[in-house]
Structure formats: C-alpha cells, structure tokens
C-alpha cells in the first residue's frame, strides 16, 4: 500500500495551533504517512501583529503556495478562528487558488480540520463549517474525525474538540496553552486521517 503524502498547512499568531499542527505532523508520520509542513502567509502588517501581542513566526517553516496543494494526497488544514469562522489569512489563501478551481486539479484530495477558540463556546464546529465551501468547491473530499477519539466523551476536564476535529481553547487572553489531552487528540486526529487518505491511495 502506498504511502499517502499529507500536507499539515497551519496559521498561528500566539502558538497554539503551531503546537496543534506539530503534535499532527507526528501522528500522521506515525500512521506511515510523508508528511510536510507548511504555513499560511501572514496577511497582517508587522505594526498590528506587535498591537495584538502576536509573536514571532516560525521562518524555517515555508510559506504555502497555492500550486504546492497538486503535491499532496490530503491536507491537515491547522487554523484558529475569528467570530466563528476560519482567520482571515486562511481565507485569503484559498481566494488564491482559483487557477486550482478552474481546471479541477484538487478534486478527490482529501482535507481535515483543527481549530482553536478562546472560549469553550467561541466557534470550534462554525469554523469547519464554514471552512466546507472551499473544499466543496474544489472537489476535496472533507474527513471529520467523528467519535473515533474516546477523549471527545471524557467529562473530567475542560477541553477543546469535536466530532469536526480536534481543537483546543486558549482562553480570551490567549493564556492557555493545549493540554496533553488536545495534543494528544490532534495527534490521534492526524492518524485516524492519514490512514483514511491510505486507503484511497493506490
């Protein structure tokens, strides 16, 4: 069977998703899949970014160019969420990708979702619903992680996560940072994908 090469393409301002997206590049790698890592480009002046206490990118990290999605099987798409939908640097990757639209060349991939919110009730399943016309219209066939990680039915702890995917919260001043519980469930996630998009790989 072959091994199926997954793109995990991630947004971070404070961390967080960086630390969602390693955590997934590690369980797909696991599963058997050749994983590469990837980075939305900034949209935001350097002069906001220092307002909204953003810190620094991760530069050994490249950025990812709309052409590079024809090079992979199925993404791990990594983002946190602004008023319950994808960040505006996302958005702004897939306006790009009309050249991809026009000729189809992304139909039968294959893409998943993480997310993070500041608060338990800030958006984590509108994010990836709103993040689905973009795969629709590309033909990328969206994979949720379900009720396959028995951590989503744990009630001992407050944590991030849905059968949409995994996710973790950072609270309203981005203080929190992902528990082993949300890492763990990021890592679980990229697994349960990896082996999914193996099977359809010929």
């Known amino acids: ?11 971070s301002m404070y961390g967080h998703i960086r630390g969602m997206a390693h955590a997934a590049v590690e369980g797909a790698k696991a599963k058997g899949a050749t994983v590469t890592l990837l980075q939305f480009a900034e949209t935001l002046p350097q ?7 953003g810190g620094p990118k991760d530069e050994s990290v490249p ?3 709309p052409n590079d999605l024809t090079e992979f099987d199925g993404y791990i798409f990594c983002f946190p969420t602004r008023y319950g939908r994808a960040v505006a640097q996302v958005s702004a990757f897939f306006d790009s990708t009309g050249g991809l639209w026009g000729t189809q060349a992304l ?3 294959m893409a998943t979702i ?10 984590q399943e509108t994010t990836v619903l709103t993040t689905l016309p973009y795969l629709a219209h590309h033909g990328i066939i969206f994979v949720p992680l379900g009720y396959a990680d028995k951590n989503l039915t744990q009630m001992n702890e407050i944590m991030g996560g849905s059968p949409w995917g995994a996710a973790t919260l950072a609270a309203s001043d981005g203080s929190r940072q ?8 990021a890592n679980f996630h990229a697994g349960h994908f990896a082996n999914t998009v193996k099977k359809y790989v010929s």
């Open 114 to 123: 993480i997310t993070s919110t500041g608060t338990q009730h800030g958006g």
């Open 178 to 185: 992902p528990s082993k519980i949300e890492l763990d469930m």
């Open 47 to 53: 002069e906001v970014i220092a307002k909204m206490h």
């Open 63 to 65: 950025i990812v160019k």
């Open 107 to 109: 139909n039968g991939k």
């Open 1 to 11: 069977m072959a091994s199926p090469k997954i793109a995990v393409i991630y947004y």
